[in-house]
């Protein structure tokens, strides 16, 4: 498990772009489960939308991109972040909405992995059930 501090630490993203608030399990060049809390004090609620607040679709999918890379983290990196950009996302479905107070639970899997890029397959998650899901594609330094 990884907490707030040692996500930072891994992490290049800063607030109001961290959207990782633990990873539970990570089997490295496998699969990684990690979560954010979706809180009603985030600054996209006054605008999207003003009278019912939704986590917006881009947002949860850059949670599945955070979330996704920790499937590639070391912490004997030789400064101990993450260094991968996304090149992709396919097979992009939202199923349901996601509301200040949720829990967002990403699970991923890497379908695949050769040289400086790989695939991930992730599943958007409140209280089991599916809110989500896309094929991400990253390129790392």
Not at 69 to 79: E, Q, R
């Amino acid at each position: 498990m990884l907490n707030v501090q040692e996500i930072a630490k891994a992490l290049p993203h800063r607030y109001p772009f961290v959207m990782v608030d633990k990873i539970i399990e990570i089997e490295q060049n496998q699969r990684v489960i990690g979560y954010k809390n979706v809180s009603l004090n985030e600054p996209w609620v006054l605008g999207h939308f003003p009278d019912e607040p939704i986590f917006p679709g881009v947002l949860i999918l850059e949670t599945m991109a955070q979330i996704g890379g920790f499937a590639f983290w070391s912490p004997n990196s030789i400064d101990g972040q993450l260094r991968g950009y996304i090149s992709g996302m396919d097979k992009i479905k939202f199923v349901l909405p996601v509301y200040p107070g949720d829990k967002l639970i990403i699970e991923a899997t890497v379908t695949a992995k050769f040289n400086q890029h790989a695939q991930v397959n992730c599943e958007a998650k409140v209280d089991d059930r599916l809110v989500a899901k896309s094929v991400i594609s990253y390129v790392f330094k």
